[in-house]
């Protein structure tokens, strides 16, 4: 995932200060040298990191930081405050007009993900209760308009074309007023791009600016480009002006130096980031949950949300009863697996829980051919055996392993996983109905 080398340097450094009872402005300059170190291999903005040590550095030495009884945790907590902060602090969001239809301009470079993301975006605003016209002003690359098409009956979003003969100026003006004969109340129009910026892409897009007034530009760069992403912004920025930025493909192995570099080089917020290829992977940015990421507190609230929208609340509510009571079988947990595919790889899920527990889950190996393996074990097993496991002696074993081709040791794992799992959610159900005393720490 993003910003995983990033992730894990900093957590070490971090592990070794909170280790120390009490700190002096060596370790505190000695660490700085480290998460410097880490920024710069991320690939953030020379400039950007040194300001942020400097930032970082200030604080934790001034003020009455070292001299308290915790401050390895406060310096952590200082530098997710500087890390939230230079992801533009709070979530930003996009501006709707007073009175519809609002009018969104999608602009970038070729292979960014221009078009993939006005679909998701579409999708997304759907969701939200919008109704969203798709305006393909794209006439120069061959296939864009038929992309759009694809994307848009994907996300089940209607698109405005009209062909690749006019100017995109006129061809957005027409889908407007289509728009409004038809009642979207949000207009995204896909525009073109270029494999470099060039000045003939620059008027044309600051002519469609001007005859179309859009409430919103947004900028989409591939955060896999690193600086060259940053030095786009800036560009666009400084040319035609934007609201803000979506950074795509933050689901690859980028080193995470854009999204750290973006807001604070432009001035202009990341609004959305692009999580993955299909049209559900588009997400709103929140810069503390994405700080907490980064330090291995987790991103619980992501998680939530994201289960959300993929769980079915009566179940949901059916199964915490059944964790509160410990009635939780195999087949509530078959059931899990399933509803948990739907959510996506396993691995991305685990990236989102807080350090310890993400880590201890990952020791498990649960990948997604495991989870293959774990469905086929459930599946071999009676329905008294689902519901009761304990009654699953060494003969059951033996069948269930011949049953769902795996062996004994497969079946004695997840036997013992499965308890494992059980205590650890009523452990999480007790927690949660006990707000007050919670166990998470730092
Ligand atoms: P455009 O030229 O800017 O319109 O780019 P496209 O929308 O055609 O996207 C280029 C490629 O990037 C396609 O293969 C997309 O599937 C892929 N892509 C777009 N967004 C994401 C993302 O968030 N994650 C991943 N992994 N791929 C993406």
Same mark, same amino acid.
């Given at each position: 995932?993003?910003f995983e080398?990033?992730?894990?340097?900093?957590?070490?450094?971090?592990?070794k200060?909170?280790g120390?009872?009490?700190?002096?402005?060596?370790?505190?300059?000695?660490?700085?040298?480290e998460?410097?170190?880490?920024?710069l291999?991320?690939?953030?903005?020379?400039?950007?990191?040194?300001?942020?040590?400097?930032r970082?550095?200030?604080r934790?030495?001034?003020g009455?930081?070292?001299?308290?009884?915790?401050?390895?945790?406060?310096?952590?907590?200082?530098?997710n405050?500087?890390?939230t902060?230079?992801?533009?602090?709070t979530?930003?969001?996009?501006?709707?007009?007073?009175?519809?239809?609002?009018?969104?301009?999608?602009v970038?470079l070729?292979?960014?993900?221009?078009?993939?993301?006005?679909?998701?975006?579409?999708?997304?605003?759907?969701?939200?209760?919008k109704r969203?016209?798709?305006?393909?002003?794209?006439i120069?690359?061959?296939?864009?308009?038929?992309?759009?098409q694809?994307?848009?009956?994907q996300?089940?979003?209607p698109?405005?074309?009209?062909?690749d003969?006019l100017?995109?100026?006129?061809?957005a003006?027409?889908?407007?007023?289509?728009?409004?004969?038809?009642?979207n109340d949000?207009?995204?129009?896909?525009t073109?791009g270029?494999?470099?910026?060039?000045?003939?892409?620059?008027?044309?897009?600051?002519?469609?600016?001007?005859?179309?007034?859009?409430?919103?530009?947004?900028?989409?760069?591939?955060?896999?480009?690193?600086?060259?992403?940053?030095n786009?912004?800036?560009?666009?920025?400084?040319?035609l &002006?934007?609201? @803000?930025?979506? =950074?795509?493909? #933050?689901?690859? $192995?980028?080193r995470?130096? %854009?999204?750290?570099?973006?807001?604070?080089?432009?001035?202009?917020?990341?609004?959305?980031v692009?999580?993955?290829?299909k049209?559900?992977?588009l997400?709103?940015f929140?810069p503390?949950?994405?700080?907490?990421?980064?330090?291995?507190?987790?991103?619980?609230?992501?998680?939530?949300?994201?289960?959300?929208?993929?769980?079915?609340?009566?179940?949901?509510?059916?199964?915490e009863?059944?964790?509160?009571?410990q009635q939780?079988?195999?087949?509530?947990?078959l059931?899990?697996i399933?509803?948990?595919?739907?959510?996506g790889p396993?691995?991305?899920?685990?990236?989102?829980?807080? &350090?310890a527990a @993400?880590?201890? =889950?990952?020791? #498990?190996?649960? $990948?997604d051919?495991?989870? %293959?393996?774990?469905?086929?074990i459930?599946?071999?097993?009676?329905?008294?055996?689902?519901?009761?496991?304990?009654?699953?002696?060494?003969?059951?074993?033996k069948?269930?392993?011949?049953?769902?081709?795996t062996n004994?040791?497969?079946?004695?794992?997840?036997?013992k996983?499965?308890?494992?799992?059980?205590?650890?959610?009523?452990?999480?159900a007790?927690?949660?109905?006990?707000?007050?005393?919670?166990?998470?720490?730092?």
């Open positions: 995932m993003v080398g990033l992730a894990e340097k900093l957590q070490n450094t971090f592990k200060l909170k120390k009872g009490k700190l002096t402005e060596k370790d505190v300059t000695e660490a700085m040298r998460v410097k170190m880490a920024l291999e991320a690939d953030v903005n020379f400039k950007v990191v040194k300001d942020f040590v400097n970082v550095k200030e934790a030495v001034g009455d930081v070292l001299e308290s009884l915790t401050p390895g945790q406060q310096v952590v907590k200082i530098v405050d500087e890390l902060a230079l992801m533009g602090g979530q930003s969001k996009m501006t709707f007009a007073s009175k519809p239809p609002t009018i969104v301009m999608l970038g070729q292979g960014a993900g221009k078009t993939t993301t006005t679909g998701k975006l579409a999708g997304l605003l759907k969701k939200q209760g969203p016209l798709l305006i393909a002003g794209d120069y690359r061959p296939a864009a308009i038929k992309q759009l694809v994307v848009g009956s996300v089940d979003v698109v405005f074309t009209m062909g003969k100017s995109p100026i006129d061809i003006k027409a889908g407007i007023e289509h728009g409004v004969k038809h009642g949000i207009i995204l129009i896909d073109a270029r494999l470099h910026i060039d000045e003939q892409l620059m008027d044309e897009l600051i002519g469609i600016k001007k005859t179309v007034k859009p409430h919103e530009i947004l900028l989409v760069v591939d955060s896999m480009t690193g600086q060259d992403a940053v786009v912004a800036e560009h666009f920025n400084e040319k &002006g934007i609201d @803000g930025v979506i =950074l795509t493909k #933050l689901d690859g $192995d980028t995470g130096g %854009a999204a750290l570099s973006v807001r604070s080089v432009t001035n202009k917020p990341i609004k959305f692009g999580m993955g290829e049209l559900t992977d997400e709103p929140y503390d949950r994405m700080a907490s990421r980064i330090l291995g507190m987790g991103d619980v609230l992501s998680l939530i949300e994201k289960a959300q929208t993929t769980y079915d609340a009566k179940k949901a509510k059916e199964l009863n059944k964790i509160k009571s939780f079988t195999f087949e509530d947990f059931d899990q399933e509803q948990m595919k739907n959510m396993i691995s991305q899920i685990l990236d989102m829980l807080p &350090g @993400g880590k201890q =889950l990952k020791g #498990l190996q649960v $990948d051919k495991e989870i %293959a393996h774990i469905q086929a459930i599946q071999s097993m009676t329905r008294e055996e689902r519901q009761n496991p304990s009654i699953i002696n060494g003969s059951r074993r069948r269930i392993a011949m049953g769902s081709g004994v040791q497969q079946v004695n794992r997840l036997l996983q499965f308890e494992q799992t059980r205590k650890m959610m009523k452990q999480f007790d927690m949660s109905s006990n707000k007050k005393g919670s166990k998470f720490k730092m």
